[in-house]
T-cell receptor
Framework: DTEVTQTPKHLVMGMTNKKSLKCEQHMGHRAMYWYKQKAKKPPELMFVYSYEKLSINESVPSRFSPECPNSSLLNLHLHALQPEDSALYLC???????????????FGQGTRLTVV | KQEVTQIPAALSVPEGENLVLNCSFTDSAIYNLQWFRQDPGKGLTSLLLIQSSQREQTSGRLNASLDKSSGRSTLYIAASQPGDSATYLCAVVDSNYQLIWGAGTKLIIKP
């Protein structure tokens, strides 16, 4: 199983809502990542979890709050988002737990988020 | 600062042709290079990973090469099919272990 599963596939939320994105992998990977991708642009790194601990936060606004409950799950909690936060949010995992991307990165199918 | 460039930005070819996508990077100090495929509005599918010590990797109709000294990688697609239509992204892991992305090549295979 080389799959990273993200739910939901689509999400529409108001600026005052609180929602969560979920990501799951069962490949035994110890590094997990959140990326944001705007249309026709490459992905931008948001967060890296290494052995379930947050190791990199790329100066992401606090309205995005990541959580790694265990080695298979990664959540992204959303609160008070702005319309410009609308994007495709991608989760990825890699075997190397240092988060150094030494090994192949596997991506999920993404959550298409629209903030209204 | 590592920069990754993919040329051309878009490519349209008839079905059945062999084709080459190009990726270049400015700093040869990389740990690996990975090619991905992305369908419109979808996630990324890993195609091939080449470690810095390797010269090429093959998977089915795909062959990726790496020339670190010249800062180049190519993705060769043999006998192209309409289902190959997608955006192809290359990314390198630089000396800071950061994944640096190219802007992608949008490939259209005409039936």
């Amino acid at each position: 199983d080389t799959e990273v599963t993200q739910t939901p596939k689509h999400l529409v939320m108001g600026m005052t809502n609180k929602k969560s994105l979920k990501c799951e992998q069962h490949m035994g990977h110890r590094a997990m990542y959140w990326y944001k991708q705007k249309a026709k642009k490459p992905p931008e790194l948001m967060f890296v979890y290494s052995y379930e601990k947050l190791s990199i936060n790329e100066s992401v606004p606090s309205r995005f709050s990541p959580e790694c409950p265990n080695s298979s799950l990664l959540n992204l909690h959303l609160h008070a988002l702005q319309p410009e936060d609308s994007a495709l949010y991608l989760c990825a995992s890699s075997q190397d737990g240092t988060g150094r991307m030494n090994t192949e990165a596997f991506f999920g199918q993404g959550t298409r988020l629209t903030v209204v | 600062k590592q920069e990754v460039t993919q040329i051309p930005a878009a490519l349209s070819v008839p079905e059945g042709e062999n084709l080459v996508l190009n990726c270049s990077f400015t700093d040869s100090a990389i740990y690996n290079l990975q090619w991905f495929r992305q369908d419109p509005g979808k996630g990324l599918t890993s195609l091939l990973l080449i470690q810095s010590s390797q010269r090429e990797q093959t998977s089915g109709r795909l062959n990726a090469s790496l020339d670190k000294s010249s800062g180049r990688s190519t993705l060769y697609i043999a006998a192209s099919q309409p289902g190959d239509s997608a955006t192809y992204l290359c990314a390198v892991v630089d000396s800071n272990y950061q994944l640096i992305w190219g802007a992608g090549t949008k490939l259209i295979i005409k039936p």
